[in-house]
């Protein structure tokens, strides 16, 4: 029952996996900088056409890192017609009639289905969503046939459908930064390279050492708290408890019903783990040498390098141009 | 001297009842001992004051002639480690490496001699091949087997296992308890926390307790000579004496008792 992983670490070669965690979180900051500071639609697909470089270049799937943008995915579509929809200045690009009728309707449906039995057996999933809206878009702008319930102008100008790449754009390079960033380090080093970025605070107060640890130990205990809920489960479902349906009361009754045994196992558990912690010679804040350590090499110059160059470019775009 | 003196100790986690009563014994270096009783009669809460993790209020305890006290438990852990029950609940690094690491980086020992006692000690308990392998991945008996290392990495030279074996499979339990047997050959003390009879009698001295006080604490064939105390003490009986009490004639019972003990 080990099946959580977490974080979306992949193993693999290439050179981002042979980076620093440090450079590549310094790095990717001073890159979503320079993303910001780009000025129009065009200059954001010089650096989107960078970043496909650094893909291919470090080795990574591109199929890995399109998983990655799973979770926003929607967000960019709905970011993407909105911005179309709304954005009215500029010259026209194309002006164009939609019907609303019972043919077009039907079509939609008919689209609708396909889309659901293609998804169930497709894994492109999302460029099987694309395909569907575009899709509607071109329904509602050809079936003619029949009398219309309902139509409209749909029209879209030159400055909304610059807006639109350039916001839709600028997120998916963002998105693909941070995704390298995960796909490429383990949370164990991110969690390390943090540690270590961090370790100036110590003159406020902030104790990162102690920071990191408290994450490693989470790291270390979630799959162990995934699995025990699923064990608690099975026995609350093996007496007859059903957490899938029902209703909302009796669904919190057994939300609970895994709770309380939940926290009382962590509760314990976290006992021994102190316990054991400090039979081991552990003493909270005190010095102690550490078993992984981070080392730069001269991958991270280059990196730093190019990073440098992205930054300047950038900068130069947004004061000259 | 005694590696292990214990003088007079009573503990209690609350006022209204005490965990241990005027415990007094002593172990001797090399020794393997075996504490049996059954749940709540006090075994761990002595473990616990024999690494310092509780402070008794009353009585003394003396690892190898320093009495133990919060100056001295920093210095007086390195010489004792200890395995606990949960094999899920000690282990605190993310890989093998990490987590046989722990006591050392604690420690603030180099890096190069911790990866070199890493090499050799989960070589030893049969994890070198697995250093890599997050926690998650592990069974128990392989987790119990890093925690091992782990305390031997420090150095440690008394080694208690608070009923170390009990939530494992009997296959890995026996795994677990040769490498017991084996370290106490090497010349380390051993002290076995177990409620099972039957692997409390592999020790060189048991010791029987119930409700916070030491009931005996004798050599092996000694106690096991003695049949009320199993029962008294709420034990399972050693199959030899089961099999010998289900024999209804009494001249035959104490025949196979004998011949089981001699085994
Ligand atoms: N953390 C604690 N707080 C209060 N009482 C405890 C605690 N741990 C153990 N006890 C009590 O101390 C007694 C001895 O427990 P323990 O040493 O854990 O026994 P054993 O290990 O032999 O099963 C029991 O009565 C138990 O309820
Ligand atoms: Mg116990």
């Given at each position: 029952?080990?099946?959580?992983?977490?974080?979306?670490?992949?193993?693999?070669?290439?050179?981002?996996?042979?980076?620093?965690?440090?450079?590549?979180?310094?790095?990717?900051?001073?890159l979503m900088?320079s993303v910001f500071l780009l000025q129009n639609v065009y200059q954001l697909f010089i650096a989107f056409g960078i970043g496909i470089?650094?893909l291919?270049?470090?080795?990574?799937?591109l199929?890995?890192v399109i998983k990655g943008l799973k979770p926003i995915f929607l967000l960019l579509i709905f970011t993407f017609i909105f911005q179309i929809a709304l954005n009215k200045s500029g010259?026209?690009v194309s002006?164009?009639?939609?019907?609303?009728?019972?043919?077009?309707?039907?079509?939609?449906?008919?689209?609708?289905?396909?889309?659901?039995?293609?998804?169930?057996?497709?894994?492109?999933k999302m460029l099987l969503f694309l395909v569907f809206v575009v899709?509607i878009y071109?329904?509602?702008?050809?079936?003619?046939?029949?009398?219309?319930?309902?139509?409209?102008?749909f029209?879209i100008y030159e400055k909304g459908l610059e807006m639109s790449a350039f916001v839709v754009v600028r997120l998916l390079i963002i998105i693909t930064l941070t995704t390298i960033?995960?796909?490429?380090?383990?949370?164990?080093?991110?969690?390390?390279?943090?540690?270590?970025?961090?370790?100036?605070?110590?003159?406020?107060?902030?104790?990162?050492?102690?920071?990191?640890?408290?994450?490693?130990?989470?790291?270390?205990?979630?799959?162990?708290?995934?699995?025990?809920?699923?064990?608690?489960?099975?026995?609350?479902?093996?007496?007859?408890?059903?957490?899938?349906?029902?209703?909302?009361?009796?669904?919190?009754?057994?939300?609970?019903?895994?709770?309380?045994?939940?926290?009382?196992?962590?509760?314990?558990?976290?006992?021994?783990?102190?316990?054991?912690?400090?039979?081991?010679?552990?003493?909270?804040?005190?010095?102690?040498?550490?078993?992984?350590?981070?080392?730069?090499?001269?991958?991270?110059?280059?990196?730093?390098?190019?990073?440098?160059?992205?930054?300047?470019?950038a900068?130069?775009?947004?004061?000259?141009? | 001297?005694?590696?292990?003196?214990?003088?007079?100790?009573?503990?209690?986690?609350?006022?209204?009842?005490?965990?241990?009563?005027?415990?007094?014994?002593?172990?001797?270096?090399?020794?393997?001992?075996?504490?049996?009783?059954?749940?709540?009669?006090?075994?761990?809460?002595?473990?616990?004051?024999?690494?310092?993790?509780?402070?008794?209020?009353?009585?003394?305890?003396?690892?190898?002639?320093?009495?133990?006290?919060?100056?001295?438990?920093?210095?007086?852990?390195?010489?004792?480690?200890?395995?606990?029950?949960?094999?899920?609940?000690?282990?605190?690094?993310?890989?093998?490496?990490?987590?046989?690491?722990?006591?050392?980086?604690?420690?603030?020992?180099?890096?190069?001699?911790?990866?070199?006692?890493?090499?050799?000690?989960?070589?030893?308990?049969?994890?070198?091949?697995?250093?890599?392998?997050?926690?998650?991945?592990?069974?128990?008996?392989?987790?119990?087997?890093?925690?091992?290392?782990?305390?031997?990495?420090?150095?440690?030279?008394?080694?208690?296992?608070?009923?170390?074996?009990?939530?494992?499979?009997?296959?890995?339990?026996?795994?677990?308890?040769?490498?017991?047997?084996?370290?106490?050959?090497?010349?380390?003390?051993?002290?076995?926390?177990?409620?099972?009879?039957?692997?409390?009698?592999?020790?060189?001295?048991?010791?029987?307790?119930?409700?916070?006080?030491?009931?005996?604490?004798?050599?092996?064939?000694?106690?096991?000579?003695?049949?009320?105390?199993?029962?008294?003490?709420?034990?399972?009986?050693?199959?030899?004496?089961?099999?010998?009490?289900?024999?209804?004639?009494?001249?035959?019972?104490?025949?196979?008792?004998?011949?089981?003990?001699?085994?």
């Open positions: 029952m080990n099946s959580i992983i977490i974080g979306q670490y992949i193993p693999g070669k290439g050179f981002l996996y042979r980076l620093d965690p440090r450079t590549k979180m310094i790095s990717i900051i001073f900088v470089l650094v291919l270049f470090g080795r990574i799937s199929l890995k010259d026209v002006d164009t009639t939609m019907h609303i009728n019972l043919y077009s309707i039907g079509a939609v449906v008919l689209a609708f289905v396909i889309w659901r039995i293609l998804v169930r057996f497709n894994k492109l899709g071109f329904i509602f702008r050809y079936i003619t046939y029949s009398p219309d319930f309902y139509s409209f102008q029209t960033l995960t796909l490429t380090t383990k949370p164990t080093d991110l969690t390390q390279g943090m540690e270590s970025l961090l370790h100036p605070l110590k003159k406020i107060g902030f104790n990162s050492e102690e920071f990191a640890l408290i994450i490693s130990i989470s790291l270390r205990y979630i799959p162990t708290i995934f699995d025990e809920a699923q064990k608690i489960m099975l026995a609350q479902a093996s007496r007859g408890a059903d957490f899938s349906e029902g209703k909302l009361k009796d669904k919190l009754k057994q939300i609970v019903s895994l709770l309380v045994p939940m926290f009382i196992i962590a509760f314990i558990r976290s006992e021994e783990l102190a316990d054991a912690m400090e039979s081991r010679n552990f003493v909270p804040g005190q010095k102690r040498t550490r078993i992984n350590i981070l080392t730069f090499s001269i991958v991270d110059v280059y990196t730093f390098v190019f990073t440098l160059l992205c930054f300047a470019g900068i130069v775009a947004k004061v000259v141009l | 001297m005694s590696i292990i003196s214990v003088q007079d100790v009573s503990f209690a986690y609350n006022d209204d009842h005490e965990s241990l009563k005027n415990i007094s014994f002593s172990i001797e270096k090399g020794e393997w001992i075996a504490i049996l009783g059954h749940n709540g009669s006090g075994k761990s809460t002595l473990a616990k004051a024999m690494v310092g993790l509780i402070e008794p209020q009353v009585g003394e305890i003396f690892i190898d002639s320093v009495k133990l006290n919060e100056e001295t438990s920093y210095d007086l852990r390195k010489k004792v480690g200890i395995v606990f029950q949960n094999p899920d609940n000690q282990f605190v690094g993310v890989t093998v490496r990490d987590d046989i690491a722990f006591g050392m980086e604690n420690l603030s020992i180099p890096r190069e001699e911790m990866l070199e006692r890493i090499q050799f000690y989960a070589d030893k308990v049969e994890m070198g091949a697995y250093l890599d392998k997050q926690a998650s991945n592990l069974s128990g008996g392989q987790k119990q087997r890093v925690a091992i290392a782990g305390i031997l990495a420090m150095r440690s030279d008394i080694l208690i296992f608070d009923e170390a074996t009990s939530m494992l499979d009997p296959y890995t339990r026996n795994d677990i308890l040769e490498y017991m047997k084996s370290l106490n050959k090497e010349g380390f003390t051993v002290i076995m926390i177990t409620h099972d009879v039957n692997e409390a009698i592999q020790a060189d001295r048991i010791m029987i307790m119930n409700q916070g006080r030491i009931i005996a604490f004798d050599k092996t064939e000694e106690i096991l000579k003695n049949q009320k105390l199993f029962i008294e003490n709420h034990l399972e009986l050693p199959i030899a004496l089961e099999i010998a009490l289900k024999i209804d004639k009494s001249e035959y019972r104490d025949k196979i008792w004998e011949y089981a003990l001699k085994k």
